[in-house]
């Protein structure tokens, strides 16, 4: 088995992906997989909104694994915005990305200066004419758990 870690990041609340038929099928790969916890249901107090909220809810998460092995960040739907202050938490913990799958999410925001700071695939169709345009990989998203190994053979 592999010292990279998948992450398969929660959805945002009201959104399902099959993370555990996903992460069952790498599994069966030897890889090293970890399916983050869904959010709380209740709602967000505080100064939180729901990107703030996801964003803490998976840095303790992956926080909370002794191995520091580095991470492939893999992301869906409305998640997919919120890679970027993930990454960032992620250098801030001195673990390393490899690398980002966005499985047909909405794309971060341009104009974050030092994002992506590692290279960034997407499967799927919704937004990818735009990520494209940013010059990421582009996987057609019929074979999720598969297309996610021949991302995460990069660094295995």
Not at 18 to 36: G, H, S
Not at 59 to 74: G, H, K, Q, Y
Not at 89 to 106: I, M
Request: hydrophobic share 45%; proline share 7%; net charge negative.
């Amino acid at each position: 088995m592999s010292d990279l870690l998948i992450a398969l990041l929660p959805p945002v609340p009201e959104q399902s992906w099959p993370r555990r038929e996903i992460a069952a099928e790498l599994a069966a790969y030897n890889y090293n997989v970890k399916i983050l916890e869904e959010l709380a249901s209740q709602p967000i107090n505080g100064d939180l909104d729901l990107a703030g909220a996801w964003v803490a809810h998976c840095a303790l998460e992956l926080a909370a694994r002794s191995n520091r092995a580095p991470v492939l960040l893999v992301a869906y739907g409305a998640a997919g915005r919120m890679l970027a202050a993930l990454g960032f938490a992620q250098r801030a913990s001195r673990r390393r990305v490899v690398g980002y799958v966005l499985v047909d999410g909405e794309l971060p925001k341009p104009g974050v200066q030092d994002w992506p700071d590692a290279p960034v695939t997407y499967l799927g169709t919704n937004e990818s004419h735009l990520a494209e345009l940013r010059g990421w990989d582009l996987l057609p998203g019929d074979d999720i758990a598969g297309e996610i190994r021949q991302v995460a053979d990069r660094w295995v």
